[in-house]
């Protein structure tokens, strides 16, 4: 049996004042004791969030594959650990994008996660042109393939959120057939590629999950949480959704 597994990416939002949203939310998980919550706030917040987090996990948005060097401004999964991280999210989309990261780039920040102990989430996700070209599932599947970790080393739990990039911060939510269909796809290849762990390995849905859309979501099979941006900045929004987690 596999926990629901809530995470907040607060992206690039947040600061010291906003840290006050950890409270209620914290209160909540412990409300919610058959839930995993976490908050991933930008990294100058991960230090001063987990001292008022209350022992709920704090996590990183992205780290680099090596452990330290001459890469200015980036961040290693050791240094994650050292600020009190306890997860980091790696290949989101919009570093995908954005700063051009490759499956092979996301699969050594997964490895070196791992390696570091930390709780990873590897974000996979087709664009809109890739569903409407019937592509989705194939996409995912060789994302997958591209960036999951090769090694098992280290403690750390891989966790996969499967993320529409059209869904993400627009509103647009995918149906429960699509995700039922994806995530199945996603579970499909995840015992392939990982043999028995493929079956324990948790798969978040992220895109636009709010309070009201939440719990059908949750009733999903194959659908172990959900990956949250907007909504997880305020304790108004997200503390529903964590409800809807504990009671699916
Ligand atoms: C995300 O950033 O991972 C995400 C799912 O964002 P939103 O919930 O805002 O769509």
């Known amino acids: 049996m596999r926990r629901k597994l809530v995470v907040g990416n607060w992206k690039m939002n947040g600061s010291l004042a906003q840290l006050s949203e950890l409270g209620p939310i914290a209160a909540a998980a412990r409300k919610s004791p058959g839930v995993d919550v976490a908050i991933c706030p930008p990294f100058t917040l991960i230090a001063p969030a987990r001292a008022r987090a209350s022992g709920m996990p704090i996590g990183g948005q992205d780290c680099h594959g090596k452990e330290s060097g001459a890469h200015t401004g980036c961040v290693s999964a ?31 920040k997964a490895e070196a996660a791992l390696k570091q102990g930390l709780q990873t989430i590897l974000c996979v996700g087709e664009s809109d042109k890739e569903r ?104 108004a929004q997200f503390v529903p959704i964590v409800e809807a987690a504990g009671r699916g």
Request: aromatic fraction near 2%; glycine fraction near 12%; proline fraction near 3%.
């Open 78 to 108: 050791a240094m994650l650990k050292d600020a009190g991280a306890r997860l980091v999210i790696v290949g989101h989309s919009e570093r995908r994008a954005e700063q051009c990261e490759s499956d092979k780039a996301v699969r050594s």
């Open 132 to 235: 409407e070209a019937g592509r989705a599932v194939t996409v995912v599947a060789a994302q997958l393939q591209g960036s999951l970790p090769q090694t098992a080393e280290g403690e750390g739990e891989l966790v996969i959120a499967y993320e529409p990039i059209w869904a993400i911060g627009t509103g647009k939510v995918a149906t429960p057939d699509d995700v039922a269909e994806m995530h199945a796809a996603i579970r499909a290849e995840l015992k392939q590629l990982l043999a028995h762990r493929g079956a324990t390995v948790r798969i978040l849905y992220g895109g636009s999950v709010k309070g009201d859309n939440a719990a059908e979501l949750f009733a999903v099979p194959d659908v172990d949480g959900a990956l949250v941006g907007g909504a997880s900045l305020t304790a």
